[in-house]
């Protein structure tokens, strides 16, 4: 129903900054919850933030509040999550999922749908 592709991933030095971009194509972006998601070799998926259909809701992380911003823009269906302030502890595959119900614990990776194949951020010290 529904195709992410994420990008915009690389390589920063601690305090940079990243904007990682999720393009959908299939059904509107609008239909979605959108939640990005980070995994680090040996560990698993670590929820990083969602936002909602219309973007009226938006949640993080702890780990990463005040450092990242999600955003979307339904017209060009696209989902982004800004990150500055990076650390070498943000170094992980990103990943950005699709929901598309209406309820849910969006803070879990079982709740979604669709799953784009991942972007490498690389953060070093």
């Known amino acids: 129903q529904v195709q992410l592709v994420e990008s915009g991933g690389g390589l920063v030095q601690a305090g940079g900054s990243l904007r990682l971009s999720c393009a959908a194509s299939g059904r509107t972006l609008s239909s979605y919850v959108m939640g990005w998601f980070r995994q680090a070799p040996g560990k698993e998926r670590e929820f990083v933030s969602f936002i909602g259909r219309n973007g009226g809701t938006l949640y993080y992380a702890d780990s990463v509040k005040g450092r990242f911003t999600i955003s979307r823009d339904n017209a060009k269906n696209t989902v982004y999550l800004q990150m500055d302030s990076l650390k070498p502890g943000d170094t992980a595959i990103y990943y950005c999922?699709?929901?598309?119900?209406?309820?849910?614990?969006?803070?879990?990776?079982?709740?979604?749908?669709?799953w784009g194949q991942g972007t490498q951020v690389t953060v070093s010290s």
């Open positions: 999922a699709a929901d598309g119900g209406y309820s849910g614990t969006y803070q879990r990776a079982s709740v979604y749908d669709y």
